[in-house]
């Protein structure tokens, strides 16, 4: 499963933990909330970054109506952390998410995730990186609408190989009845409440193991309720997994649940 | 809601493009059958009265006799209308039939053109007809062999020309005598004279017309004929028209579903329904108007292209240009194309009406474009389902032509509307082969089953009748093939009536390219005791092909003499044990029993007894030269035929007496056990059986073994002119149909294309996930492409199904009904390629919506709203 190979010397510890995403793994070293909030990652003491931004710039349309989305943005994401990244409509956030996901190619600078370098991908190799090392939770949920909870939380090791072991169905299930959810695993979306629809979402998130979750406004559809619910879920993962979680919102609450907050401002960290 | 419509427009038209692809296909459809048969009756008009043009009179309703003989009363001043078809040889070159017409004595009453050289002047000259010169490499000064065995004539090649109109072509030109030459030949018919001066005293039955008043009369009938065609490619037209409809409701269905925020925002601020509504149908009007403008121009554009290149690639083209465009089937075509677009269009604007303004305000734009299968629906089809399938019940019982239309067309009506039930499970039940990859591709292939079913049914109407006339015609030629096979049996037989054939004329039959298989046929020739006087054997036994000539003696009956008629040449009597191997009918027509003579009733009549006698008795002919031999067959004969009784166990001269039985199909020898010819001497090869090779040129192989023939003595009787002719017929009109329907199945591609291609624009987030997720684009391109083929074999194979069914109800009603030896052939061959062909359309369809989806980047379709 690990494309990691050529990934540069500071990833292997990280590497090594991650060696097997079969099996949940919690990280051998330290304990995770105990890290200070704020302190960037690759500090002395800090383990390597999980993503790390440089000089990211985006830009869309030209001339006269050319939009900075990003105006040369420097981050690292700190692995095993939860992270929250804010900033009014407007202001990049989503674009940003989006290059260190690997989804939008930046106009200029540099992205790494887990040791790679996404501007050497090819599409190709691109894809297969997302579908190895990141997962995706969106604000309107996104699952397939023809699908079962069941088939749509296996779906993104599907798309790896079409054959599914027993180990992957025993995980998917477990994964389930942490968020919750286990006794809907049969019911179309359309059969689902929005909060266990993003729950699904979480699951299939988590399936592969990612190096990096993205959460993209993930309450904005919920109310405050169900929004604590999945919140928490996402801070679980953190805490008792070890899972790296991004997570672009604008609402201060959501905020609070995470480690560190990065604020975006005008396509800049403010 | 100008501003909206006109807004609409630009922002969607480039969505309607298939939809109106559809129009222009089927539009562009009706206009050219248009063009085809106004030019068709131009030139029909221009060349009619040509061949005319020089007389006062045109005689007609003359018949063949007739006419010799009026000509002959009248000289010069007369000139005959009509052909025979001989073979033609030129150098290597040949023809099994070409039509040899006559050139009048008169000049002014030629009406063919010369190239070059001249008119022929005496017998032994001939005009060629340009193309047949091209075909056959054929120049002035050559000579050509025209008609075969003793009949044959060498020409020489005068002129090189062509005739001014269709009416009366020919290939060769021969004076009127010359022709004459062929008078007693079936295929000589005459039946127009054209007459410079007063017409005298005419035939019993005949007319004098002027030339006016006769092409007149032509082109009445000829206007029928072509309406006739024309009525037939219109139902063609029609079938293009129907698969259209589908595929402009479908796209209005789905463009309306995208839509349906759009409108319900409308309604929000204030829109009418009937303004939302007028607004959707005015764009359908444009559409439509647009769709038909194109469609009239491409049909016109088809028609004079067609016409241009029938012209190049042959003379005499029974098309030609049309005097003017043909104004009224343009408006035909355009009006079609309109009220198509707007009925189409009728049920999907129906729906938008429900569209309620709080749709709009809804939180997520999340079109749920699930349909179902309605109640009404249901019972409608199963009443069509059930009232078609007792109409065809009806049909296959009472042979009747009108209950299987009209069953075929509700049994299919109800397959229609039983659509969304059954074509999703159809697919299910195929995406499940595919196993779990082409899981994501079932599932989208199935979401919506209304519109599933919609955009197979458009295909599954052209993959229907392609396979039933498939299995129609394969069967029909089954049938033709099996009373063909019953009727001549026998492909070619070498006959020699004088002596025995040299031993190596086998070997030399079976070199000859296209021979599958010969054998050597033993015989005895024998003189006949008839018990009443005729001459039917004799005509038939010199030309085994002279079908009439049996009939004509048998008319003769009645002279009661029972004298060996010393001027009648003997018959061969044949025995061919091991007939199986070349025959058609695998050899029953050659299983004769013993003390029975089997006579062909195309050369004797229906009743050979009625010519020969019966019981007939015969005798070794020229016995002096078989007369020792004779003795020992007939004693060896004696055991084997013991029984027969009647038999005369002379030893100079064995006499039997055979119960005469009619068969058909193998020229004048008769047929009798191996037992019977051996009492009556030494059976020699007199025949060689040839069972043509399944790949042979039957004209080639034909002139091949009448030379052969010439050089050996023997007649060539030939079984296959017949079946080369009907093989002809039913491939020209397979062929025609085939590329008809073709043109409804390339419109039904168009609508998968435009489905998916709809389809992909509805899904964009979800293929935004997909690809978030881990999906290459290499794997989208592959679901979409699975989706479509998924579509398109569903469709091939119901339409498979339905096809079959339907050819099955058309030989139990028609084949069966007209011809004896009606035989059920499934074309498997052809039916298998229907299912690759289906593959690769469907893989044709997905290339366009599958390369768009693929180059969206997931980032883009995400913030899509």
Known sequence: MSTSRRAPATATRRDAAQADPGRLTPLPAGEPGDDPAGKPAGEPGGRPPAASARGLTKTYGRGAAQVHALRGVDLDVPSGRFTAIMGPSGSGKSTLMHCLAGLDQPSGGTVVVDGTDLGSLGDDALTVFRREHIGFVFQSFNLLPMLTARQNILLPLELGSPRLDDAARERAHELAESLGVADRLDHLPAELSGGQQQRVAIARALITSPSLLFADEPTGNLDSTTSAEVLDHLRRSVRELGQTVVMVTHEPDAAAYADDVVTVQDGLIA | ?865
């Open chain 2, 1 to 865: 809601m100008r501003t909206v419509l006109l807004a609409s427009l630009r922002r969607h038209l480039r969505r309607y493009v298939a939809a109106g692809t559809a129009v222009v296909v089927a539009v562009a459809f009706v206009v050219a059958v248009g063009v085809l048969t106004t030019g068709t009756q131009t030139r029909i008009t221009a060349g009619a009265g040509a061949p005319f043009a020089g007389a006062d009179y045109v005689v007609t309703n003359l018949g063949t006799q007739n006419a010799i003989t009026y000509a002959a009363q009248h000289g010069d001043e007369v000139a005959v209308l009509g052909s025979a078809t001989l073979p033609l040889r030129a150098g290597d070159e040949q023809a099994a039939g070409k039509f040899v017409g006559s050139v009048a004595d008169l000049p002014r009453l030629r009406w063919q053109t010369l190239d070059t050289g001249r008119f022929p002047e005496r017998e032994g000259e001939a005009v060629v007809d340009a193309w047949t010169a091209q075909e056959m490499t054929i120049a002035v000064g050559d000579t050509v062999t025209l008609g075969a065995g003793g009949d044959a004539v060498d020409l020489r090649v005068v002129g090189i020309g062509a005739a001014s109109a269709s009416l009366g072509q020919a290939s060769v030109y021969i004076t009127f005598d010359q022709l004459l030459h062929w008078r007693d030949d079936d295929t000589l018919l005459l039946d127009r004279a054209v007459v410079v001066g007063d017409p005298g005293r005419l035939p019993d039955g005949a007319v004098a017309l002027t030339p006016q008043e006769h092409v007149a009369a032509e082109m009445a009938q000829h206007t029928g004929n072509v309406n006739t065609m024309a009525l037939l490619l219109l139902v063609f037209a029609g079938i293009a028209v129907l698969v259209s409809v589908l595929v402009i409701t479908n796209t209005f269905a789905i463009l309306f579903a995208q839509r349906v925020r759009d409108f319900a925002l409308l309604r929000c601020v204030g829109a009418t329904r009937r303004q939302v509504v007028g607004s959707v149908r005015r764009e359908a009007v444009v559409v439509g108007v647009l769709a038909s403008l194109g469609g009239a121009g491409a049909g016109i554009a088809l028609g004079y292209g067609l016409i241009a290149l029938a012209g190049a690639l042959t003379r005499n083209s029974p098309l030609g240009f049309p005097d003017g465009l043909p104004v009224r089937w343009l408006l035909g075509g355009f009006a079609v194309g309109v009220v198509v677009t707007l009925l189409a269009s009728w049920l999907p604007t129906r729906r938008v009406v429900r569209v309620s303004p709080l749709a709009a305000l809804r939180p997520d734009g999340v079109v749920d474009a699930r349909t179902g299968a309605g109640r009404v629906r249901v019972v409608l089809g199963a009443v069509l389902l059930a009232g078609g399938a007792a109409l065809l019940t009806v049909a296959a019982v009472r042979n009747s032509a009108v209950s299987m239309v009209a069953g075929g067309a509700a049994l299919f009506a109800g397959v229609l509307l039983f659509g969304p039930l059954l074509v999703p499970r159809v697919v299910r039940g195929i995406g499940a082969l595919l196993g779990p990859g082409g899981r994501l591709a079932t599932e989208n292939a199935v979401r919506n089953p209304r519109r599933t079913a919609t955009t197979t049914a458009s295909l599954l109407v052209g993959v229907t009748l392609t396979t039933a006339v498939l299995t129609g015609l394969a069967t029909t030629r089954a049938s033709v093939d099996a009373n063909h096979g019953s009727a001549h049996p026998l492909d070619v037989a070498l006959t020699s009536w004088d002596g025995p054939l040299d031993a190596d004329v086998l070997e030399q039959v079976r070199a000859t390219p296209g021979v599958g298989q010969a054998i050597t046929v033993e015989g005895v020739l024998v003189e006949v005791d008839r018990g009443s006087g005729g001459g039917g054997g004799s005509a038939g036994a010199e030309d085994g092909s002279g079908g009439g000539a049996g009939s004509d003696g048998s008319g003769a009956d009645g002279g009661g003499t029972s004298d060996v008629d010393a001027d009648q040449p003997p018959l061969l009597l044949l025995s061919a044990p091991d007939a199986g191997l070349v025959a058609r009918d695998g050899g029953t027509f050659a299983a004769v029993g013993a003390g029975t003579v089997a006579l062909d009733a195309d050369v004797y009549g229906d009743d050979p007894g009625d010519s020969l006698g019966d019981p007939v008795t015969v005798r070794v002919a020229d016995g002096g030269a078989d007369g020792s031999t004779a003795a020992g067959g007939g004693a060896a004969g004696a055991d084997d035929a013991a029984g027969d009784g009647e038999h005369d166990v002379a030893v100079a001269v064995p006499e039997v007496e055979l119960q005469v039985t009619a068969g058909r199909g193998w020229g004048g020898a008769g047929l009798v056990a191996s037992g019977t010819l051996a009492t009556l001497g030494t059976p020699r090869p007199h025949a060689v059986w040839v069972r043509a090779a399944a790949d042979a040129d039957p004209v080639a192989l034909v002139g091949a073994l009448e030379t052969l023939a010439g050089t050996v003595g023997a007649d060539v009787d030939n079984g296959l002119r017949a079946e080369v002719a009907d093989d002809q017929m039913l491939g020209i009109i397979t062929g025609a149909t085939l590329g008809l329907l073709g043109v409804s199945v390339v419109i039904a591609l168009v609508g998968i294309a435009n489905t998916l291609g709809l389809s992909v624009l509805e899904r964009a987030r979800e293929h935004a996930v997909l690809r978030a997720l881990g999906l290459t684009r290499r794997q989208l391109r592959r679901m979409l492409a699975t989706e479509a083929v998924l579509l398109s074999v569903t469709a091939a194979l119901l339409g498979t199904v339905l096809g079959v069914g339907f050819a099955w109800v058309g030989y139990e009603t028609f084949v069966k009904a007209a011809l004896d030896a009606a035989t059920w052939r499934i074309p498997w061959l052809e039916l298998a390629a229907v299912l690759p062909v289906g593959v690769v359309a469907g893989l044709l369809a997905a290339v366009l919506p599958a390369r768009r989806a693929a180059g969206v980047t997931p980032a883009a379709a995400l913030t899509l709203d």
